[in-house]
């Protein structure tokens, strides 16, 4: 099952600059790591925004619930982290089934 998953990154008022960074750190090694794993399918940053973009393909909307309480700038940051996730799937598929008549047709 893929996700589309925004990340929005607010620094907290009892958070310093430099905890943010560290933070950020160690979220850039465990991204890429997943990334060089094939854990993730895509991940971005949005240029001059504290936020990213991920595509990720999981079992389901437990697992997705699993890792993104385990990545470190969610457990560090807490309330500063804002998620959306949305299940997304291929617009092929989503084409066969306009002409197959599945959508009203």
């Given at each position: 099952m893929?996700?589309?998953?925004?990340?929005?990154?607010?620094?907290?008022?009892?958070?310093?600059?430099?905890?943010?960074?560290?933070?950020?750190?160690?979220?850039?090694?465990?991204a890429?790591?997943?990334?060089?794993?094939?854990?993730?399918?895509?991940?971005?940053?949005?240029?001059?925004?504290?936020?990213?973009?991920?595509?990720?393909?999981?079992?389901?909307?437990?697992?997705?619930?699993?890792?993104?309480?385990?990545?470190?700038?969610?457990?560090?940051?807490?309330?500063?982290?804002?998620?959306?996730?949305?299940?997304?799937?291929d617009?092929?598929?989503?084409?066969?089934?306009?002409?197959?008549?599945?959508?009203?047709?």
């Amino acid at each position: 099952m893929l996700f589309f998953v925004r990340f929005d990154v607010t620094q907290p008022v009892n958070v310093s600059n430099k905890d943010l960074v560290e933070t950020w750190i160690r979220e850039a090694e465990a991204a890429v790591g997943a990334l060089d794993a094939g854990a993730v399918a895509h991940l971005w940053k949005v240029a001059g925004q504290r936020v990213v973009f991920m595509v990720i393909d999981l079992p389901s909307a437990e697992d997705l619930d699993r890792v993104l309480g385990g990545l470190p700038i969610i457990r560090e940051i807490g309330p500063g982290m804002k998620t959306e996730a949305l299940p997304i799937y291929d617009y092929r598929t989503f084409a066969a089934d306009l002409n197959a008549g599945t959508h009203g047709g």
